[in-house]
């Protein structure tokens, strides 16, 4: 630049292209130039540095213009993404209010529940304490009842008991006759004493042997005949015709002890007992409804009945 004149501003020069060459203008009042004069022109060389360093100088503001426009579009993108972030980051913290309302209502409802099981479970409790306590007064109760129903067993077949001895005793004079034949508007008192002095050979029967009242049992029967039961006035009159049955062997006659229902279903059984034992060569006794086997009192499986067998 040594070129330009001494007094010439170079602090801040301004270049202006003429065709191919570069020029700076001359400053108005520059002391050696004459009126008309033209600009100085610039050297070859100096105008192609000068170009240089304009091309350098604008690329070098070129680059750095693009990596501004580069990093604002990078801080431009961040930004977007920051704010994609916060969108979700506040939809999150939405969901997660709304989420935190939800666990706050199910913590109500679960000690809503907690407490309402509570309840119940004191409900249970008590009603369980409540029902033990039931259940312990009913067995005592029961056990009560028990001793009062196995009383009151134990009273109804001692009655039981005493109402047949009672009836065996009413019946003590009593004996049926079998198989005699049965006529219209009979008498049987003396139906009774003829067969008396006819078939068990007593002489004197009719009016020897009292008869207190006599008549047949057991419903009417076509071609059947009803046995004939007769009290005697005495046990020893009893016993004196009872004696004289021998002499009804190998006839269709038969004479017996009259005996309750209940003591007759009982011989019924023990007549068996007594036959299989009799069979196994014992000595047996039948005695209203008590059996004795070789003197002893027989108290086998088969007698299930009330207290006058002990």
Same mark, same amino acid.
């Given at each position: ?76 993108? @961040? ?9 979700? =980051? ?32 004191? =409900? ?16 005592? &109760? ?6 009062? &129903? ?91 015709? @009872? ?22 279903? @009982? ?5 068996? &007992? ?37």
């Amino acid at each position: 630049m040594n070129d330009f004149p001494s007094n010439m501003q170079q602090t801040s020069p301004t270049f202006m292209q003429y065709g191919n060459a570069l020029y700076q203008p001359m400053p108005p009042n520059l002391p050696n130039m004459q009126p008309g004069m033209q600009p100085m022109q610039l050297h070859s060389v100096q105008s192609n540095q000068v170009q240089s360093q304009v091309r350098t100088a604008n690329h070098a503001n070129s680059v750095t213009l693009s990596e501004i426009l580069r990093r604002i579009d990078q801080l431009d993108s @961040r930004l977007k993404l920051l704010d994609s972030i916060n969108d979700k =980051l506040t939809t999150v913290t939405t969901q997660v209010r709304a989420l935190d309302v939800n666990v706050k209502n199910l913590e109500e409802r679960v000690g809503a529940v907690e407490q309402s099981r509570q309840f119940d479970s004191n =409900l249970m409790t008590d009603i369980q304490t409540t029902q033990k306590a039931h259940v312990a007064e009913n067995h005592k &109760v029961v056990k009560e009842l028990r001793v009062t &129903v196995d009383a009151l067993t134990s009273k109804c077949e001692q009655s039981t008991e005493e109402i047949i001895d009672l009836q065996c005793r009413s019946m003590r004079d009593n004996l049926m006759f079998y198989n005699i034949p049965e006529e219209h508007d009979e008498n049987c008192s003396e139906i009774i004493g003829t067969f008396m002095e006819r078939n068990l050979k007593i002489p004197g029967a009719k009016d020897g042997v009292k008869i207190e009242r006599a008549h047949r049992i057991g419903k009417r029967r076509r071609g059947g005949q009803r046995p004939i039961v007769a009290k005697f006035h005495s046990f020893q009159d009893r016993e004196k015709v @009872r004696s004289a049955s021998k002499q009804l062997e190998g006839t269709d006659y038969g004479i017996g002890q009259q005996f309750p229902k209940a003591v007759q279903e @009982r011989r019924r059984i023990l007549i068996d &007992v007594m036959k299989r034992e009799r069979a196994r060569g014992k000595t047996c006794t039948l005695t209203v409804d008590r059996l004795y086997v070789n003197n002893e009192l027989y108290a086998g499986p088969e007698v299930t009945w009330g207290k006058r067998q002990q």
